[in-house]
């Protein structure tokens, strides 16, 4: 592996506010090229998060579709935050 080679996207910061398949999947793609992906996920956790679980709170496709991202819990409904 060379070290000094640098990914295309490193320095950029992506806020993916999206569930299901289109948008994880686009934001893994974004990851994979060196960016800092941040996930917003509601206060229930995405939907994908419970669709054929495996373990507590992860399912089957939340792994391969959220890799290499960061995830923090907004509630947007709320107004007092």
Excluded at 36 to 62: I, L, N, Q, T
Aim: net charge neutral.
């Amino acid at each position: 592996a060379r070290a000094d080679v640098s990914l295309p996207l490193e320095g950029a910061r992506v806020v993916e506010y999206a569930q299901y398949v289109a948008g994880p999947l686009c934001g893994v793609l974004l990851a994979d090229l060196g960016a800092d992906v941040v996930k917003v996920e509601p206060p229930g956790g995405d939907g994908y998060r419970h669709v054929m679980p495996v373990a507590s709170g992860v399912g089957r496709y939340f792994i391969p579709l959220n890799r290499g991202k960061r995830s923090v819990v907004v509630d947007l409904k709320r107004e007092d935050i």
